[in-house]
C-alpha cells in the first residue's frame, strides 16, 4: 500500500453539532485528553470563558494564536489521526460555523439529555444534510435528571428526521447515573467520575449476567439495565453501517462527558466507523483522495486583528495528494502559480517541525488578502471544489457611515470582508444603502470594528426589519422583470452581484413564493 493510501486510511476529519451548553467544549476536551493532547480538563474552556462579552472577543483574537490553534485541533486516538475542526458556537456563531462543516467527512451531534433536539442542532443538521456528511450522536449530561433515553431517540428522529441505532445505553439516570452499557462490544466499562480519567482507568465487566453487576451499580440498576438490553434487542434499530455512511441513520451513544461516562465508547466507535476522507466534487469531475496530484480549497479566512500586520491565514483542506512545504500550487481564480512557503501545519503535539500534510488535513496559509473562501489550488489540472456555499443571513444591519468621505474605503473594507466570508454586503436596488447580512449577530461588531481598525473607517450600523435572505432565479426574464418591480423594496445585490430577496420572515417568503411560484428562491449560493 502507497504511503498515500495508508495516510488517508488513518485520517478522521470532523466537526461537532450542538446547541450552546449541551456540553461541546466539555466533550472536546475530554476527547483531546484521551488523545493525549492535552494533560488536563479546563484547557479548551479557558477560551470559551474568554469569549463572554465582545471587547473579550476582540482582545482574544488579536492574539492571533489561540483562535488559530483552536480551529484545528489534531490529535492521535489508537492508530487514527484525528482532526477536530472547531464549529464556533455561541456569542462567535456565525457563517463560519456552518461553512466549517463544508470541509469535514463526518460530525459529532451533541444533544443534552434534558432538552432534546435544540434550534442551533437543527441548523447544523440542515448544513450536514446538504452533503450527506454521517452523523454520530452522543447525548449527554445524563447524570441529570432528563428525558427518558427512549423518548430521546424519537425526538432527534422526529425533529431531524434521521433513525436513530442506539450503540450504548445508560446505566440509571440521574443521580443514580452509573456509567454505560457498549451494546456494540457488549461490555461495561465503568468509570470513576473524574474530570481527568484517562482510558485505561476503568473496571471492564463483560458478562452481562454477571453478579459483580450488582455489585458495582446496585441490584436495581442491574435489572433494569438487563431488562432494558433484552427490550432494545426487539424494539431497536439494528445498526446499518452502511446506512449511517449515507447519512440515514444514526448511531447513538449515551453519557455524560464531564464525568467521562461514554466517551471511550464514542471515541472508540468514531475512530472504527467514521468515513476517512472521501471523494470530493468539483465542477467538472470528482476528485479521489488518492490521487496523487495535490488539491484541497480553502473554507474559512482569518483576518488578523492586528493592523500592523495586514495577512490573513486562509483554512484550507487537502482534498488529495500529498502537501509538502515550499511546493508551488496553481491559484485558479487568479491563474497564477503561488507558493506554499508561510504555511501553518497543524499537527498532533508530540510531532514539531512537520512539512507534509495528507487528504483531510487542514493547512492555514498566509497571505494578504489573495485567497477567498472556496478557492481551489491544485498542482496544475484546473478545478473548482464546489459545496463552500455562502449560506442564507438571518440578521441584517444598514450601514451608517459617520464621516461621507469615507465611502471609498468602506467600500473596500466590506468588499474585503465579503470576500472572507466574515459578512455578507448587499446594496438594496432602491437606495444608497449598505446592508450587512450575518449568520450570528456578534459578525456586526466585529464588523464595525474592523472597519475602524484595518481601514480608517468610522461607521455604526442601525437594526433592519428583515429576517431572512434568499438568492432569486428565475429562468424567464419576464417574470423575473415583474418579480423586480412588484418587490423593489425587498431585493438587493449581493457582494458578487447576485439578485437577493431579503424578507421580514418566513410569512412573507411564502406569501411571494405563492405569487411568484417560477421564481427559485435559494438559501446558499456558490461563490465565483
Ligand atoms: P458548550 O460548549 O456546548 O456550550 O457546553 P459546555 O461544554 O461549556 O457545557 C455547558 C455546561 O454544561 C457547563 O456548565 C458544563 O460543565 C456542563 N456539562 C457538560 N457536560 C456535562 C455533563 O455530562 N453533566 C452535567 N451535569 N453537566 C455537564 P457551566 O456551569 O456552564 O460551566 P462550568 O462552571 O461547569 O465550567
Known sequence: MSTLVQEIAKRRTFGIISHPDAGKTTLTEKLLLFGGAIQMAGAVKSRKTALHATSDWMAVERERGISVSTSVMKFHYRDFEINLLDTPGHQDFSEDTYRVLTAVDSALMVIDSGKGVETQTRKLMEVCRMRNTPIITFVNKLDRDGLEPLALLEDIEDKLQIECAPLSWPIGMGKGFKGVYDLRQ??????????????????????????????????????????????????????????????????????????????????????????????????????????????????????????????????????????????????????????????????????????????????????????????????????????????????????????????????KGLLQMAEEGAVQVFRPLVGNDYILGAVGILQFEITMARLKDEYGVEAGSEPLNFGLARWVECEDPKVLAEFEKKNQFNLAYDAEGRLSYLAEGEWRLAHTQELFPDVVFLKTRESA
Request: hydrophobic share 40%; aromatic share 8%; net charge neutral.
Open 186 to 411: 457488549r461490555q461495561i466499562a465503568l468509570f470513576t467520575p473524574s474530570r481527568d480519567t484517562r482510558p485505561e482507568d476503568c473496571v471492564v465487566l463483560r458478562d452481562l449476567a454477571s453478579p459483580e453487576l450488582d455489585r458495582l451499580v446496585g441490584a436495581d440498576a442491574a435489572a433494569r439495565l438487563r431488562d432494558d438490553v433484552a427490550l432494545l434487542q426487539g424494539a431497536a434499530n439494528p445498526f446499518d453501517f452502511d446506512e449511517y455512511r449515507r447519512a440515514g441513520q444514526t448511531p447513538v451513544f449515551f453519557g455524560s462527558a464531564i464525568n467521562n461516562f461514554g466517551v471511550r465508547e464514542l471515541l472508540d466507535a468514531f475512530v472504527e466507523l467514521a468515513p476517512p476522507p472521501g471523494p470530493r466534487a468539483t465542477l467538472t469531475r470528482t476528485v479521489a483522495p488518492e490521487e496523487e496530484a495535490f488539491t484541497g480549497f480553502t473554507f474559512k479566512i482569518q483576518a488578523n486583528m492586528d493592523p500592523a500586520h495586514r495577512d490573513r491565514i486562509a483554512f484550507f483542506r487537502i482534498c488529495s495528494g500529498k502537501f509538502t512545504r515550499g511546493m508551488k500550487v496553481m491559484h485558479h481564480r487568479l491563474g497564477k502559480e503561488i507558493g506554499l512557503g508561510n504555511v501553518t501545519v497543524f499537527m498532533a503535539q508530540e510531532r514539531s517541525n512537520v512539512d507534509e500534510a495528507w487528504p483531510g488535513d487542514i493547512i492555514g496559509i498566509h497571505n494578504h488578502g489573495t485567497i477567498k473562501i472556496g478557492d481551489t489550488f491544485t498542482d496544475r489540472e484546473p478545478l473548482k471544489f464546489t459545496g463552500i456555499p455562502n449560506f442564507a443571513p438571518e440578521h441584517f444591519r444598514r450601514v451608517v457611515l459617520n464621516n461621507p468621505l469615507g465611502i471609498k474605503k468602506l467600500q
